[in-house]
């Protein structure tokens, strides 16, 4: 069975930066896309970025030039680097991972909150 490990949460000040990172575990398969999704407080879950096998990128457009995802693929692991963050960016992240069959796994939820 998969899980999926995240770190690097926290709090922080409007401009500063966070580091997200996610670790697969219990299955050596390789995941066809990683990635990140968030959910802030009254709103629907909407993705962030992912990263297929092959580090192609994806951004939602509010994180676009302001965040960056990272893939480790001989750790099975995954990274969010987010920077000028923004009120608007408080959020529990979720990390997510898609195998080329089977279903989608997600990670246990990580608070980020951006004071202004």
């Known amino acids: 069975q998969v899980q999926l490990v995240e770190s690097g949460g926290g709090l922080v000040q409007a401009g500063g930066s966070l580091r997200l990172s996610c670790a697969a575990s219990?299955?050596?398969?390789?995941?066809?896309?990683m990635g990140w999704y968030r959910q802030a407080p009254g709103k629907q879950r909407e993705l962030v970025a992912t990263?297929?096998?092959?580090?192609?990128?994806n951004y939602a457009d509010s994180v676009k030039g302001r965040f960056t995802i990272s893939r480790d693929n001989a750790k099975n692991a995954v990274h969010l680097q987010m920077s000028s963050l923004k009120p608007e960016d408080t959020a529990v992240y979720y990390c997510?991972?898609?195998?080329?069959?089977?279903?989608?796994?997600w990670g246990q939820g990580t608070q980020v909150t951006v004071s202004s």
């Open positions: 219990g299955s050596a398969v390789m995941f066809n896309v």
């Open positions: 990263s297929s096998l092959s580090h192609t990128t």
């Open positions: 997510y991972a898609l195998p080329y069959s089977g279903s989608v796994s």
